[in-house]
């Protein structure tokens, strides 16, 4: 799910970075590990210079607390419980990086902060649900960013970070169990 959709924002960032007249160096996006860059252990794809990085997922526990069953009305007649695993809401902080020459790293950047100025919100089907993202922009404090370079490997890029919120994960495995009519027993 998540790869169709950085496929999908990788794929459009290329157009429009590509039309700016100012950069000289054609741009190719590619989803991999920023801070593998220049070793032999990048997986990255030979000739991208625009990668997007995952450096953080997390739950969004605001929306935690939803009921996690429904009635529902079998072909008898009767009423079930449909109990299911509660959903996970969660969102992904995206590092989007330029290793191209500085000048143009900034421009790309630019670019692509303008991108996202026009597109927040994306919507799209994957593994047959009904997805949708809304991009906010990040703004870490440097110490913050030093802390997250210094995991990734050490050498900074030109980079911007964005969140991506809220992706919802659901285990469709339908659970029934019968709705309790009556209760009998004595009280004491």
Do not use: C
Not at 3 to 9: A, C, Q, S, T, V
Not at 92 to 120: E, G, N, P, W
Not at 126 to 136: K, M, R
Not at 151 to 157: I, R
């Amino acid at each position: 799910m998540l790869k169709d959709f950085l496929n999908h924002i990788g794929s459009d960032l290329d157009d429009y970075i590509n039309a700016l007249s100012s950069i000289t160096t054609v741009v190719k996006t590619d989803i991999a590990n920023i801070g593998d860059f220049g070793t032999n252990s990048f997986s990255g794809t030979a000739g991208a210079n625009l990668f997007i990085t995952i450096v953080k997922t997390e739950e969004e526990s605001t929306l935690r607390n939803f009921p996690n069953s429904k009635l529902v009305q079998q072909s008898n007649g009767d009423y079930a419980v449909d109990k299911r695993f509660p959903k996970i809401h969660l969102n992904y902080f995206l590092l989007f990086s330029a290793t191209v020459s500085y000048d143009m790293s900034i421009a790309a950047i630019h670019r692509i902060i303008k991108y996202f100025q026009t597109h927040k919100t994306f919507q799209f089907t994957s593994d047959e649900s009904e997805i949708e993202l809304t991009l906010e922009l990040v703004s870490p404090s440097f110490e913050q960013i030093n802390h997250m370079w210094g995991t990734l490997g050490g050498k900074q890029f030109p980079h911007v970070l964005y969140k991506a919120r809220v992706s919802e994960h659901e285990f469709a495995e339908e659970q029934l169990s019968p709705v309790i009519k009556t209760i009998t027993g004595t009280l004491k």
